[in-house]
């Protein structure tokens, strides 16, 4: 089931942040998203499996990852520089 993000919608701000997302699965993707200011889902990237992806964000930035199975990993808000790792 694809990630649900509870009604969160990004927040403008000028405070740059740095976003490092880490799939350590052996057997699947993981698709990046970032949920608008509108709380719609904008796709950033697909990691590859053992990949990694680095993203510019802002604080107050929704992100949330699923994989190519289709399941939610997670759905956060960034506030600092931050190393999202998914196993």
């Given at each position: 089931?694809?990630?649900?993000t509870?009604?969160?919608?990004?927040?403008?701000?000028?405070?740059?942040?740095?976003?490092?997302v880490?799939?350590?699965?052996?057997?699947?993707?993981?698709?990046?998203?970032?949920?608008?200011?509108?709380?719609?889902?904008?796709?950033?990237?697909?990691?590859?499996?053992?990949?990694?992806?680095?993203?510019?964000?802002?604080?107050?930035?929704?992100?949330?990852?699923?994989?190519?199975?289709?399941?939610c990993?997670?759905?956060?808000?960034?506030?600092?520089?931050?190393?999202?790792?998914?196993?």
């Open positions: 089931m694809s990630c649900s509870y009604g969160l919608k990004s927040v403008g701000s000028n405070d740059q942040r740095e976003l490092i880490v799939n350590q699965i052996h057997d699947r993707s993981a698709n990046l998203y970032w949920i608008n200011f509108n709380g719609e889902k904008v796709h950033y990237a697909t990691i590859p499996p053992m990949g990694r992806h680095v993203q510019q964000t802002y604080a107050g930035h929704v992100w949330c990852s699923d994989n190519s199975y289709g399941y990993d997670i759905v956060f808000v960034v506030q600092n520089n931050v190393e999202i790792i998914i196993k």
